[in-house]
T-cell receptor
């Protein structure tokens, strides 16, 4: 149980393109999902917390107008990288917490999306 | 701010025991989690501690001392497939803050 699906798994596109990444909880509901970014040989950096039915909260230094987050339902959050540039190339991973689970319960991660901007 | 420290890389022999340490300084604390991550893949959950002491899950155990801001992950009976990065993450309310990860190399 507690499977998180992330799509697409790999994206290669031209500079200036906007890219949408989907994160779905397949067998549970998630009121809260999280978006991370990981550069090569570095750890996961939390970008934003996605809350169902309300605005996402962004970590310091993350541009909310560049990384648009929508959490339209209890099973889907999307991250849109707008006008992507080569420096946005990274591994983007989402995670979700089971609805009703305590704060100190593990988050469940998607398989990640590798974004390459040419 | 949040500061999570762990060694960059370790090497151990198949069948042996290895301990990966993690120290943390966070503005709030709700638990310490350990994840395994193979290159190019998402992290998978291994173990976590909310209270002080040792939690054992098969070949993996994790220890926490909140007063010292310290945790370790213990891997027993190492297997070649255990070669991966091990991420320490401190939970501050509902947000995880990850360390840079420890790359474990298991050699025959």
């Amino acid at each position: 149980g507690a499977v998180v699906s992330q799509h697409p798994s790999w994206v290669i596109c031209k500079s200036g393109t906007s890219v949408k990444i989907e994160c779905r909880s397949l067998d549970f509901q998630a009121t809260t999902m999280f978006w991370y970014r990981q550069f090569p040989k570095q750890s996961l950096m939390l970008m934003a917390t996605s809350n169902e039915g309300s605005k996402a909260t962004y970590e310091q230094g993350v541009e909310k107008d560049k990384f648009l987050i929508n959490h339209a339902s209890l099973t889907l959050s999307t991250l849109t990288v707008t006008s992507a540039h080569p420096e946005d190339s990274s591994f983007y991973i989402c995670s979700a917490r089971v609805r009703g689970a305590g704060v100190n319960q593990p988050q469940h991660f998607g398989d990640g999306t590798r974004l390459s901007i040419l | 701010g949040q500061n999570i420290d762990q060694p960059t890389e370790m090497t151990a022999t198949e069948g042996a025991i290895v301990q990966i340490n993690c120290t943390y300084q966070t503005s709030g604390f709700n638990g310490l989690f350990w994840y395994q991550q193979h290159a190019g893949e998402a992290p998978t959950f291994l173990s976590y501690n909310v209270l002080d002491g040792l939690e054992e899950k098969g070949r993996f155990s994790s220890f926490l001392s909140r007063s010292k801001g310290y945790s370790y992950l213990l891997l027993k009976e190492l297997q070649m497939k255990d070669s991966a990065s091990y991420l320490c993450a401190a939970l501050n309310f509902n947000k995880f803050y990850f360390g840079s990860g420890t790359k474990l190399n298991v050699k025959p």
